[in-house]
C-alpha cells in the first residue's frame, strides 16, 4: 500500500504522521489508528498499510510528538526494564484527554483536506492507551467520528474523571470494544460499566473479550497472539465496513 510521511502542523507544534492508502486514486474513508504506549513505530505502520489494504486512508500519528525528548521504547524489553517502564508511563501520561481532542481535531482536518479521503467523518481506532483515545474522541470530538474501535484498550469505565464512559451522552459513533482476558486495566466489572453507559446513552455498541493477554493485536508486543490479531483485522474489516461504507 502507498505510505506517505508527513507532518501537521497543531496548536502545540508538529506533528508527524504516516498516510497509509490502498493502491488507486480512491478517494476512501479516513481512519485515525492511535498507537499503544510504545508509540508510533514501524509495527504500526505495518498495521495501518493493513487496514488500508481494506480500502481506507490510515493515519498513524505520533501521540508524543508535543514531549521533544522522546525516544522510541523496545517494546521485547520495555516492561522488565525498571527505568525503561518508569518512562513510557511518564510519557503517556502527560497525553491527557484535553490534548487527545485538541489533536484529533488537527487529525481530522488534515484527513478531510487530503484528495484520497472522503467524507467529514470517520473512523477511529487504537491499541491499549490508543484504545482509550478512540473513545475519548468519539466523546469529545463527537460530531467528526463516525465509527470508534478500541482493541485491549485500558481505563474504558474508571474512576477517572476523564474516562471515556463518562462521555457516553456526547458519542454520535457507533463503538466497538474488543477487551483482553485476566486485563487488569479493563476488568469485566468495568466491562459491564461500560456497556450500561453506553447502552443508557442509546449508544450502538458491542463489547467482547478476547481469549488473549493485553497486547495481543499488535506485533511487535510480547503478548501478540496470532489469533487474536487475526479476530481483531476481521472485526475491523466488518465493523468499519458497515459504519464508514
Known sequence: MPTTKDTITTPAGTCSVTLATPDGAGPWPGVVMYPDAGGARAALDQMAAELAGYGYAVLVPDIYYRDAGWKPFD???????????????????????????????????????????????????????GGRTSLVVAGRV????????????????????????????????????????????????????????????GVEHTIETYAAAHGFAVPDNV?????????????MESFFGAKLG
Open 223 to 235: 503478548t501478540y497472539d496470532e489469533a487474536a490479531a487475526k479476530r481483531h483485522w476481521q472485526a
Open 75 to 129: 517494546m521485547a524489553t520495555v516492561f522488565a526494564d525498571q527505568h525503561e517502564r518508569a518512562r513510557l508511563f511518564s510519557t503517556m501520561q502527560k497525553v491527557t484527554p484535553e490534548i487527545m481532542a485538541a489533536d484529533a481535531a488537527a487529525f481530522f482536518d488534515y484527513l478531510q483536506s487530503r484528495p484520497e479521503v472522503s467524507g467529514d467523518k470517520f473512523g477511529t481506532t487504537g491499541y491499549c492507551m
Open 142 to 201: 463527537p460530531d467528526r467520528v463516525a465509527a470508534a474501535m478500541s482493541f485491549h484498550g485500558g481505563g474504558l469505565a474508571s474512576d477517572d474523571p476523564g474516562s471515556p464512559h463518562l462521555l457516553a451522552d456526547k458519542m454520535q459513533a457507533a463503538v466497538y470494544v474488543g477487551g483482553a482476558q485476566d486485563d487488569a486495566s479493563f476488568t469485566p466489572e468495568q466491562a459491564q460499566t461500560l456497556d450500561q453507559a453506553l447502552t443508557a446513552a
